[in-house]
């Protein structure tokens, strides 16, 4: 029992960081039918633009105010990034085949992973130690200051992410850019607007859980970005890709999944166990656990 | 066009043929590599180019391939010509099998698993699953391959291999693209819905493309673990078939553009051994511009011929 609550909390705590990294995906497949595989590796950027925030801008200052500058700043960093990333490597290839967005996104993903190992070396950076390690100790099952942090943080940022969805204007027009971006043209909705409001979104959040990695796990490496960008990935699948709330179910589904293999299996077969669950998940529901089914347009 | 098949082919065999007496060891190593990369590129056309499935785990049949001759030939003591059969039949029939129950995915579903294949094939050798493959070393000491007693241990002798494999590769191509599945699998990619309206049985066409793909990629690996004498694990990481997929793309699903992406994404490197940790940051860089300058590819493929009478008609009708 006490291995089960205490993995439980472990995967709680992955699951909501693959859960955020998972809505940059869904959202941008939502609206672009794209997967942007370049999003893990902006992940891991967010993690070392973080730490130099930390030695270079704020001398290495553990205060409530500079982590939250250091979470502010790597947002803004990765925002512009991902706007950025959108203008040059996926705008001028709207109207071209499918795949070739696909290999412009792959390059992206390659060039950001071998960017920061340009910048910041090859080896194992260890990231700062912002969030004082406090433990409490539940009945056998301990408990991290950070790990709540994580589990509180990633659900305010979801559900304010689902409310602007659901209830704001802008909110109306990325889910109607997702249904048929020629429409939403004729309706007087601005895409290009959009799909900037959504990269910026996206990254901003892919940001925020590249933090909660280097917190959480402190090592960080340049190619971390394809690990954790291909569980999110299999995670918003697993919940529908395309889906908001399918993300962060599907986030916090794997996260459990992972943390009970590893509880009771082997953490050295994680990843197959992985993806075994999503190929299983996949030949009984084509389209993920929440997706609709969409009929075969003729 | 035809001009290039009567003309450049020959003249490609030749110099093929030639190469291997005027370069030095290191750089026989080098077009050896060139060699096998290009059969499993092609291999991966077949699948991704000509039959338009999502598949990004061509180097789980690669590896697959490679590890059955090591495993046979260093546990088994088969000779290498032997596994052969078993190194093209057993990818083969894992691709027809694993493919089964995927193939009507869409097609972005379609790609993540077979991203998750080639993950799960990865852990699966490194665990050392049946304590066949030697986990994260993987298996060394090899035989070479010894042909009516000789032993061919030379590195020429692995080229004219290599060379005799791509040959067969390239007339396999050809003999797709002329024959009644070669058509059925470009019905098939341009318009599924149409090519079943029309009678073709997209489903086994589907598998019978990731068959055949997975078993010449099998026996690539085959010459790749001769090649080395040995395999491991990281040679048939996710990141390779990432590689043989944008290579399929960036080239456009021609054979002319796939020797292209491949002697830019595995010759290259070599010739610029200084540049080795910008290599993919150029790549990358490079990916995205071949894109966003000619989206269909460097050379794009056509498909079949149209007479020349046809084309006047209509633009005079027009």
Request: proline share 3%; hydrophobic share 55%; net charge positive.
């Amino acid at each position: 029992m006490d291995i089960f609550l205490q993995q439980l909390a472990n995967g709680l705590t992955i699951g909501s960081i693959y859960a955020l990294v998972a809505l940059g995906y869904t959202m941008v497949y939502g609206v672009m039918k794209l997967i942007n595989f370049a999003h893990g590796d902006m992940v891991a950027a967010s993690a070392f633009v973080g730490l130099t925030i930390y030695t270079q801008v704020l001398g290495q200052s553990t205060s409530l105010i500079a982590v939250v500058i250091i979470f502010l700043l790597s947002a803004v960093a990765m925002a512009c990034v991902g706007v950025l990333l959108e203008r040059l490597a996926y705008r001028p290839l709207r109207q071209a085949p499918r795949l070739s967005a696909v290999v412009s996104a792959l390059g992206a993903s390659l060039m950001i992973q071998n960017g920061i190992m340009l910048i910041w070396g090859p080896q194992m950076r260890i990231f700062p130690e912002l969030i004082p390690q406090i433990y409490w100790d539940l009945g056998g099952v301990v408990v991290s200051l950070i790990q709540v942090i994580i589990l509180a943080l990633s659900l305010i940022l979801m559900v304010a992410l689902y409310l602007f969805v659901e209830k704001t204007r802008m909110g109306a027009a990325i889910r109607a850019s997702a249904i048929d971006q020629d429409a939403s043209r004729l309706m007087g909705i601005n895409v290009d607007k959009v799909i900037a409001l959504i990269f910026i979104i996206g990254s901003s959040l892919g940001a925020v859980a590249g933090l909660f990695i280097g917190l959480y796990y402190r090592g960080i490496t340049f190619n971390m970005g394809w690990q954790y960008g291909l569980y999110a990935f299999v995670a918003a699948i697993l919940g529908g890709i395309g889906n908001i709330p399918g993300a962060m179910f599907g986030g916090m589904l794997l996260g459990l999944f992972q943390a009970f293999i590893a509880g009771y299996v082997s953490s050295t077969w994680a990843d197959a166990f992985t993806f075994i669950l999503l190929i299983l998940i996949l030949i009984v529901r084509p389209t993920g656990l929440l997706g609709e089914r969409v009929a075969e347009k003729v | 066009m035809k001009n290039l098949e009567q003309f450049g082919f020959p003249v490609f065999l030749i110099v093929m043929a030639i190469l291997p007496n005027v370069l030095n060891s290191r750089w026989q190593a080098v077009a050896i590599t060139f060699l096998i990369f290009t059969v499993v590129a092609l291999s991966q056309d077949i699948i991704l180019g000509k039959a338009g499935m999502f598949n990004m785990g061509q180097a789980l049949f690669f590896g697959m391939g490679a590890y059955i001759t090591a495993i046979l030939n260093a546990k088994f003591g088969w000779p290498i010509l032997a596994t052969i059969p078993v190194a093209i039949l057993l990818p083969a029939l894992f691709g027809i099998l694993l493919s089964g129950p995927i193939i009507h995915l869409r097609g972005d579903y379609l790609l993540v698993v077979t991203i998750g294949f080639n993950i799960v094939f990865v852990q699966v050798v490194q665990n050392n699953l049946g304590g066949v493959t030697g986990g994260p070393n993987g298996i060394f000491g090899l035989d070479s391959i010894s042909l009516m007693g000789t032993q061919l241990s030379s590195q020429i002798a692995v080229y004219y291999f290599a060379l005799a494999v791509l040959l067969l590769t390239l007339g396999i191509m050809r003999n797709l693209e002329k024959s009644k599945a070669g058509r059925a699998l470009h019905y098939l990619r341009e318009d599924q819905l149409a090519a079943e309206s029309i009678g073709i049985n997209t489903r086994a066409y589907k598998i019978f493309a990731f068959g055949l793909g997975a078993g010449i990629a099998g026996l690539a690996g085959t010459i790749f673990a001769t090649q080395y004498s040995a395999v491991s694990p990281e040679a048939f990481e996710f990141l390779q078939s990432v590689l043989f997929f944008s290579i399929v793309l960036i080239g456009g699903s021609s054979i002319p553009g796939i020797f292209l992406g491949v002697f830019v994404m595995f010759v290259l490197p070599e010739v610029f051994k200084e540049f080795a940790t910008w290599r993919f940051f150029i790549f990358g860089f490079a990916m995205i511009l071949a894109m966003i300058l000619r989206p269909r590819g460097i050379w794009p493929a056509t498909f079949g011929k149209i007479p020349k009478f046809l084309i006047k008609e209509s633009n005079n009708g027009a």
